[in-house]
């Protein structure tokens, strides 16, 4: 019998029905009863990661500290569980085939033939057993991308079918289905999850326990049937209705005993009840704000807010620890000038100027910089939105009109932002940047030193270029002081303008390591910064 025991997610009927937040739930839920949990995700895309994909295709590239560029789904399982998550924890088709290939090419095989069983099926095998094996977690849960059917997810099927076979006390499988409801017919319909148990099936994997989405309660006799059309026993069909917010559907799973039925089904201690009071308390200030704020994200993705996933997660996260509910408007770069910019964000409590690449939108995030700044608005710049703080007030302050970044303009005669020396010779793209953890000291006696109580932080990346010391001494003359400083190489991470009541900028992605337990301090300040400036204009 293995000492750790392994959950598998699968999804079936359509895309999007949350497993990754079903996995971060009943995670959640066997943490509270005091197990190690970690979750991966296995996607069955040929890409390596999710690093040179277009936030349109995939939404936000979530980064880890040890550097890797992975799914945004592992930072709904970082936000919920509150521990990190590392390479091993992202595994794509892409990682699967490059691994076996350069083991075919040192000659590993033998030089027998290599092919998707057994081979492709042993590596994705030996990937999901690699958390495990570490001997940190008792339990491994494993979300599969995609949905039962799909051509590509077919080699992770069979591997989960491979070691249901060799571990048959070790592993289960959770299925995710939807229970749609035909309002022509006023009912809930039970064919889509019996086809896509059927499909599981035929590749010989037998589902534990079904969860069933439905915008309406399916009912006892529902359950019934599908547990006698699926083989599934009756306590293990699973109600999840549609939640407020994700962060209420711990809740919701623990209200219909899923981690009873996990624990059970794997002979784990199951008596008791999960200790969620710390989870119930966030949930309240959640939804019983004492105030409100309107702070604008500035961005180039705003028409899919999974590109900015992190950020507004951890708004959620900084609003319940400031009792305010923040509601984000969600304000598009290139839309933005100097005749209507009064218009557009005069309004707002707080600005937010968001990460990025590329010129779309550039001269947009400058303008809501400036009207920040000269406004006495509350503002954060990350990633490039530090870079545009810089840039603009280089324009506007230290009167150098054409001053940039050398990714913009790369012949810009003031390139304040420039690439970074250990980027210069870099051809591939993927996974090439600045990424995962650094340290960074704060200046004493900085808005940052206090916002964050100790002289040494570290912070995720994602980054080529960097701030251009050789301008460093007419900024600080200038009144935009560096506070955060890279030890090895006095890369300057947190600008700051004393001068203005709450203006930061930093290189690196604090959204990254917000989570339900511990909201960021950078996130609770600036919404707290916002919530004080509301006041001021009543």
């Keep these: 019998m293995s000492a750790t025991k392994y959950i598998f997610v699968t999804g079936g009927v359509t895309s999007s029905l949350g497993k990754g937040i079903i996995s971060a739930s009943l995670a959640t839920l066997l943490q509270s009863r005091g197990y190690s949990v970690t979750i991966q995700k296995f996607d069955p895309y040929i890409n390596i990661d999710p690093g040179t994909l277009n936030p349109y295709e995939h939404g936000e590239c979530y980064v880890t500290n040890d550097g890797a560029e ?45 092919q998707v069983i057994p081979h492709i099926t042993d590596e994705i095998k030996r990937r999901m057993k690699l958390l495990g094996q570490s001997g940190e977690f008792e339990v491994v849960i494993t979300e599969l991308g995609g949905t039962v059917g799909d051509i590509e997810a077919l080699p992770y099927v069979e591997a989960v079918r491979q070691f249901k076979w060799e571990m048959p006390d070790d592993c289960m499988v959770v299925h995710l289905t939807l229970v749609p409801f035909l309002a022509a017919a006023g009912e809930l319909k039970t064919k889509p999850t019996q086809h896509s148990v059927k499909m599981l099936q035929e590749s010989g994997v037998q589902p534990d326990v079904l969860v069933c989405r439905s915008e309406h309660p399916i009912g006892e006799d529902i359950k019934r049937k599908l547990a006698l059309f699926c083989n599934v026993k009756k306590e293990a069909v699973v109600e999840s209705l549609d939640a407020e917010t994700i962060y209420a559907v711990p809740m919701l799973m623990r209200n219909e005993k899923l981690d009873e039925i996990v624990l059970k089904r794997l002979k784990l201690p199951h008596e008791g009840k999960a200790d969620l ?100 608005i509350p503002f954060l710049g990350i990633c490039l939105g530090m870079q545009c703080a810089v840039i603009e007030f280089a324009r506007n302050v230290l009167n150098k009109p054409e001053a940039n970044s050398s990714e913009i303009n790369p012949k810009t005669p003031d390139p304040v932002i420039h690439l970074m020396e250990s980027q210069k010779d870099i051809i591939d793209m993927g996974g090439t940047m600045r990424l995962g953890a650094y340290d960074c000291k704060l200046t004493e006696g900085s808005l940052a030193h206090s916002i964050y109580r100790r002289p040494m932080i570290s912070e995720r990346h994602r980054h080529r270029f960097e701030y251009n010391n050789a301008y460093l001494e007419d900024y600080k003359a200038a009144g935009m002081i560096p506070t955060g400083f890279n030890p090895e190489t006095n890369l300057v991470e947190i600008v700051e303008i004393p001068e203005h009541p709450w203006f930061v900028g930093v290189q690196f992605h604090p959204e990254y390591k917000s989570t339900v337990a511990n909201p960021h301090p950078l996130f609770v300040s600036f919404v707290g910064a916002a919530v004080e400036y509301a006041k001021l204009k009543i």
């Excluded at 924890?89 to 000659?107: A, C, H, L, M, P």
């Excluded at 004492?290 to 997660?313: M, Q």
């Design 70 to 114: 992975t799914d945004l789904d592992l930072g709904h399982y970082e936000r919920f569980l509150n521990r990190p998550t590392s390479q091993d924890n992202n595994v794509t088709t892409g990682r699967i085939y490059q691994s076996v290939i350069d083991k075919e090419r040192r000659g590993d095989y033998l030089g027998k033939t290599v």
């Design 277 to 376: 009071t710390r989870w119930k308390d966030f949930l309240y200030k959640l939804r019983f704000p004492s105030s409100e704020v309107k702070i604008g994200l500035i961005g180039k993705y705003v028409e899919l807010k999974d590109a900015y996933k992190s950020i507004a997660e951890a708004f959620i996260h900084a609003g319940a620890a400031n009792e305010c509910k923040v509601n984000v408007e969600w304000i598009h770069s290139e839309n933005l000038n100097v005749e209507d910019i009064a218009k557009d964000l005069s309004h707002l409590d707080g600005i937010l100027v968001a990460p990025g690449f590329g010129e779309r939108g550039f001269e947009g995030k400058l303008h809501a910089v400036c009207y920040a700044r000269e406004n006495k």
